[in-house]
C-alpha cells in the first residue's frame, strides 16, 4: 500500500523559508513524478512544482518560480520542497501527491487526475 506523509508545515513570518517533506512508502521512484500540490480555504487546489523521479525534470509554477525548489532523496525515498520569500498568499495546506510519468515527464501542473496517491496534507500559515 503506498503511503505519502508529509511533514515539515508551521506558522512562519513573511520573508521566512520552511522546508516540507513528503516521505514515500511502498513506492519505487524511478518512471514516478511527484507533485507539490496547496489548496487554501475558498480557493481551489493549485499545482504548484512537480518532478520526475527517474529524469530529475522539475517543473514550477508562475505563483512560485525562482521562491521554491523541488528535490528528492532516493535514499530516504523522500521529496522535498524548500520554500524562500514566503508570502501571506503562501498559507495553504500543502499536499505531495504520486503519479506515473511519460517519457521522462510530468503532467502539467494543475492536472491533478494522473495522480493516484495523495499525503494528507500540511498546514503552512505565513503571517504578515
Known amino acids: 500500500q503506498v503511503r505519502l506523509v508529509e511533514s515539515g508545515g508551521r506558522s512562519v513570518q513573511a520573508g521566512g523559508s520552511l522546508r516540507l517533506a513528503c516521505a514515500a512508502s511502498e513506492l519505487t521512484f524511478g518512471n514516478i513524478c511527484m507533485a507539490w500540490i496547496r489548496q487554501a480555504p475558498g480557493k481551489e487546489r493549485e499545482g504548484i512544482a512537480s518532478l520526475h523521479t527517474g529524469s530529475g525534470r522539475t517543473y514550477y509554477s508562475d505563483s512560485v518560480k525562482d521562491r521554491f525548489t523541488i528535490s528528492q532523496d532516493n535514499a530516504k525515498n523522500t521529496v522535498y520542497l524548500q520554500m524562500d520569500s514566503l508570502k501571506s498568499d503562501d498559507s495553504a495546506v500543502y499536499y505531495c501527491?504520486?503519479?506515473?510519468?511519460?517519457?521522462?515527464?510530468?503532467?502539467?501542473?494543475?492536472?491533478?487526475?494522473?495522480?493516484?496517491?495523495w499525503g494528507q496534507g500540511t498546514q503552512v500559515t505565513v503571517s504578515a
Open positions: 501527491a504520486a503519479g506515473r510519468g511519460v517519457l521522462g515527464q510530468c503532467p502539467i501542473l494543475g492536472r491533478f487526475d494522473p495522480y493516484n496517491y
